[in-house]
């Protein structure tokens, strides 16, 4: 009797990642994070969406146009102006709705880091969300003691880990979709902090 086991890898597939943000501006941890994107996880297809006008922060110091142009400089043609194009404040949950048009037959991830996902449950329509899309985070300055609420609240009975996953922890939300926090280590740096050193040398 040939004993057939349970492959992980069939649960997960990574196809498309979204990776959106403010890029406020760009620094090494995005780097880094499209660095795993492409190496880590190997997903089919990459889409880095500037934010336009962020529904969740104050005006910005660079400008759309200039936040596009520094991630075209990095990034090439994996940069995406869905939202820069738009004259309205951007939410994630109308960005996944247009590539979910776009890609119907296609599985989408939304890439976030951890201190983004502790606030998850303020975005707007964000079991929408999950429902469009799984989520991919990854550890920078990490809101941990938040971020666990956040996944009792989404996984509802899941609340443990289904297993890991060469080193990733997976969760299965309510919708059916997954919750996977990459193992990589992404250096803390911040935009903000970058804004604040340019400050000091002009």
């Known amino acids: 009797m040939v004993e057939h086991h349970h492959n992980p890898k069939d649960e997960l597939y990574f196809d498309i990642a979204i990776f959106g943000g ?10 880094k994070i499209v660095d795993s994107l492409q190496k880590d996880f190997k997903f089919k297809k990459i889409i880095i969406v500037p934010a336009g006008i962020p529904s969740h922060k104050k005006a910005l110091e660079f400008s759309a146009k200039e936040r596009l142009t520094m991630l075209k400089n990095i990034f090439g043609k994996l940069v995406s102006d869905v939202e820069v194009k738009q004259k309205k404040k951007n939410y994630t949950v109308d960005t996944l709705e247009f590539f979910q048009k776009k890609y119907p037959k ?12 502790a606030d998850f449950l303020t975005w707007k329509d964000y079991e929408r969300i999950l ?22 609240v989404l996984t509802k009975d899941n609340a443990i880990a289904l297993r890991q996953y060469e080193g990733k922890l997976v969760f299965k939300t309510r ?25 000091t040398w002009l």
Request: hydrophobic fraction near 40%; glycine fraction near 4%; charge should be positive.
């Open 22 to 31: 403010s890029f406020n501006p760009p620094h090494l941890g995005h780097v």
């Open 106 to 117: 296609r599985t989408l991830w939304f890439v976030m880091g951890l201190d983004s996902f």
């Open 175 to 199: 919708f059916d979709t997954r919750i996977v926090f990459s193992s990589r280590k992404i250096p803390d740096q911040s935009s903000s902090a970058i804004r604040k050193a340019l400050s």
């Open 131 to 152: 429902q469009l899309s799984s989520l991919l985070v990854f550890d920078r300055k990490g809101k941990t003691s938040k971020a666990k609420k956040v996944v009792q």
